[in-house]
């Protein structure tokens, strides 16, 4: 009896497998059109679908692939690790390569190292990276770019964000002192005086709007002057490696590489006139608000607290009538 049950279901199980094998090769193939379109965001999942669906050595090398393609590098590492270790254990000949493929790209991941001062309990920080719970005092491999920490701190939540370049390190121990607080009085409660605003001067907003306009175009340039210089160079590497010196010569790899540099070009072309644009339509908002107090501020006497924006500098302005 129980050979018959073991018979019906490896009977059901075959068929579930092969479905799954099918959708898997569906979802790689589409996967490998998505990546060779640089669609890196959508590609890389779907890589990853299909590895779940049918596990294999040759799977997890393209899902390391793709992330390292799209600057991924820390999942790219994991990936080539997973695969590297199903290689090993199954003593196939590519385990060798994947490790000089992991050798490759190691010391470009960034590693973070997050820690609390001496002495700080860890479990009631709380400490999170990325939304994610995090060994402290320990290494860890993370991709390119922005990364957000969040911790406790007396029960009250903090956060900071950092950046991460490729191949950089940081060592960083997280502020655990409580906020601060108003002094006693014997024991009472401390009342925080209120504080009383005048109106604002008409232009403020529009001399702020016009600095945040203007800093964007700053911004911009800077932006387009990095997308410029670095399709020059794309643009002359492919030249050089693969078209024989010549913009005529070109192989197939030369013209989509030498393609994909003069689009880049074009773009920073554009994002050089919206800047400008940006930086012009800054300072005209800035140089046309309006200047002086609204009139009922003028009529009445009492404190006020404005701020101030502008000429690189920032505070407050406390007066008032009397």
Same mark, same amino acid.
């Given at each position: 009896?129980?050979?018959?049950?073991?018979?019906?279901?490896?009977?059901?199980?075959?068929?579930?497998?092969?479905?799954?094998?099918?959708?898997?090769?569906?979802?790689?193939?589409?996967?490998?059109?998505?990546?060779?379109?640089?669609?890196?965001?959508?590609?890389?999942?779907?890589?990853?679908?299909?590895?779940?669906?049918?596990?294999?050595?040759?799977?997890?090398?393209?899902?390391?692939?793709?992330?390292?393609?799209?600057?991924?590098?820390?999942?790219?590492?994991?990936?080539?690790?997973?695969?590297?270790?199903?290689?090993?254990?199954?003593?196939?000949?590519?385990?060798?390569?994947?490790?000089?493929?992991?050798?490759?790209?190691?010391?470009?991941?960034?590693?973070?190292?997050?820690?609390?001062?001496?002495?700080?309990?860890?479990?009631?920080?709380?400490?999170?990276?990325?939304?994610?719970?995090?060994? *402290?005092?320990?290494?860890?491999?993370?991709?390119?770019?922005?990364?957000?920490?969040?911790? *406790?701190?007396?029960?009250?939540?903090?956060?900071?964000?950092?950046?991460?370049?490729?191949?950089?390190?940081?060592?960083?121990?997280?502020?655990?002192?409580?906020?601060?607080?108003?002094?006693?009085?014997?024991?009472?409660?401390?009342?925080?005086?209120?504080?009383?605003?005048?109106?604002?001067?008409?232009?403020?907003?529009?001399?702020?709007?016009?600095?945040?306009?203007?800093?964007?175009?700053?911004?911009?340039?800077?932006?387009?002057?990095?997308?410029?210089?670095?399709?020059?160079?794309?643009?002359?590497?492919?030249?050089?490696?693969?078209?024989?010196?010549?913009?005529?010569?070109?192989?197939?790899?030369?013209?989509?590489?030498?393609?994909?540099?003069?689009?880049?070009?074009?773009?920073?072309?554009?994002?050089?006139?919206?800047?400008?644009?940006?930086?012009?339509?800054?300072?005209?908002?800035?140089?046309?608000?309006?200047?002086?107090?609204?009139?009922?501020?003028?009529?009445?006497?009492? *404190?006020?607290?404005?701020?101030?924006?502008?000429?690189?500098?920032?505070? *407050?302005?406390?007066?008032?009538?009397?």
């Amino acid at each position: 009896m129980r050979a018959l049950v073991a018979i019906a279901i490896l009977a059901c199980a075959q068929p579930a497998l092969a479905d799954n094998k099918s959708e898997a090769d569906a979802l790689f193939k589409k996967a490998k059109k998505l990546h060779a379109d640089k669609k890196y965001s959508d590609a890389c999942p779907m890589f990853e679908k299909s590895d779940a669906l049918d596990p294999g050595i040759g799977a997890k090398l393209n899902v390391a692939k793709c992330y390292e393609d799209w600057g991924m590098l820390a999942r790219a590492y994991r990936w080539y690790t997973d695969a590297e270790k199903m290689a090993a254990d199954a003593k196939d000949k590519r385990a060798d390569k994947i490790k000089e493929l992991i050798s490759a790209i190691d010391s470009d991941v960034p590693r973070l190292t997050l820690k609390l001062p001496d002495g700080a309990d860890a479990t009631k920080a709380d400490v999170k990276l990325d939304g994610k719970p995090v060994e *402290l005092d320990k290494e860890q491999r993370v991709d390119p770019g922005p990364h957000e920490i969040t911790w *406790l701190a007396d029960g009250q939540k903090k956060s900071k964000t950092i950046p991460m370049e490729r191949g950089g390190e940081r060592e960083l121990t997280l502020d655990l002192r409580a906020p601060a607080t108003n002094g006693g009085n014997g024991g009472g409660t401390v009342e925080t005086p209120p504080v009383v605003e005048s109106p604002r001067s008409p232009g403020r907003t529009r001399r702020i709007i016009g600095l945040s306009v203007g800093a964007a175009g700053l911004v911009g340039i800077g932006v387009a002057s990095y997308l410029t210089l670095d399709a020059r160079s794309k643009y002359k590497d492919a030249i050089d490696t693969h078209c024989m010196g010549s913009k005529d010569m070109c192989s197939d790899q030369g013209l989509a590489i030498t393609s994909d540099a003069r689009s880049q070009a074009n773009l920073a072309t554009v994002v050089t006139v919206i800047s400008i644009a940006a930086i012009g339509g800054g300072i005209a908002l800035y140089l046309t608000a309006p200047k002086g107090e609204p009139k009922e501020a003028k009529d009445k006497s009492a *404190l006020y607290i404005t701020p101030i924006v502008g000429g690189g500098v920032g505070g *407050l302005v406390v007066g008032g009538g009397f």
